[in-house]
């Protein structure tokens, strides 16, 4: 049987994030709907350089799917976090839905702790940092586990609980010891 050692799952639920994420919404489509609504309810022109009303909903239209797209991405978006006695799993759902499978074999060297994700990675998000960085899986904060890999692979998994993981870490580790 393989034990399960510790399970985590990471959403957005930052304030910011949705601040941000609504402020993009209203600023990119509202003003469109706007000038929909002049132009059809006034039949006055809207704007600098006025196009017709049926091409402007078009593009008003587009625009709110377009944004209601961002907003599902963010709002279905989550990373999965998994160690086992064999290994350590991980999904960034949707766009990693399949889990990925580091056998602890695999795991040359681990450490969890602070990271920088700003200036080493570029941010959040699933990241590629090359070759020197490696990848990075992470949703919030600047806590997270990297593996170093025997294939000369890195790794960065963020965690909003080091300590458990950590413990998680040290105890598959364990397992492989003779």
Known sequence: MNRI???????????WVWLLISGAFAVSVLPLWYGVYVQSATGQPWGNNPTDTGKLAVVATVMTIFMLALVWIFAVQKL???????GVRFRYLPFIRKWKFIP?????RYTVGKYTPISTYGG???RKGGR??????TISGSIGMTLNLTDGKTILLGTARKDALQYAMEKMMDQQSP
């Open 124 to 126: 959040w998000g699933i």
């Open 104 to 108: 602890s074999t695999m795991i040359q």
């Open 5 to 15: 050692y510790f399970r985590e799952e990471q959403r957005y639920t930052q304030w």
């Open 80 to 86: 999965e976090t998994e160690v086992a006695q064999d």
């Open 132 to 137: 020197k960085a490696g990848n990075a899986y």
